[in-house]
């Protein structure tokens, strides 16, 4: 009967033939863990402060309805309030959609400074090896 070919043997056999710095692998899975700790540090801040724009923006609006809620003497005065609560609340959806958008830019404009700045020190990082072996290689 025929043999199934032993994979794992050839992988090994292969792999044994052409010999690989684990260092080199080391530092460029250590290099890419402290990119993703970074950009996840930026991302978490960026969340951490929508959410302190939607608590304050449900407090309000929670406190508006309170207020539109309370009894009134006068039947013209459910109009004004509701009128007044519409204005009001208008208004706060502006503000608080502008601080989100503050909140984007400054994560959009941190992201890119980031990265150009990664993309700068991976290339001298690649940069410095291949020139000491191409100096290596011409002595």
């Known amino acids: 009967m025929a043999k199934t070919p032993d994979h794992m043997k050839m992988m090994q056999d292969m792999m044994a033939n052409f010999p690989i710095s684990t ?3 080391q530092d460029a899975m250590k290099s890419q863990s402290l990119l ?10 960026a969340a951490e ?3 302190e724009i939607s608590a304050r923006w449900s407090k309000d609006a929670i406190t508006r309805i309170g207020e539109l809620a309370a009894v009134k003497n006068e039947p013209s005065a459910y109009a004004k309030a509701m009128s007044d609560f519409a204005s ?5 959806a502006a503000e608080q959609m502008a601080a ?8 959009q404009m941190d992201t890119v400074d980031f990265l150009l700045t990664a993309g700068k ?3 001298s990082d690649t940069q410095n090896p291949a020139g000491k072996a191409t ?3 011409s002595e």
């Open 49 to 51: 402060r929508s959410t």
């Open 135 to 137: 100096s290596d290689k």
């Open 121 to 123: 020190d991976i290339g």
């Open 36 to 45: 993703g700790e970074k950009l996840a540090r930026m991302a978490l801040t």
């Open 100 to 107: 989100y958008a503050e909140v984007a830019k400054k994560v």
């Open 88 to 92: 009001a609340t208008a208004e706060t």
């Open 23 to 25: 260092s080199s692998m």
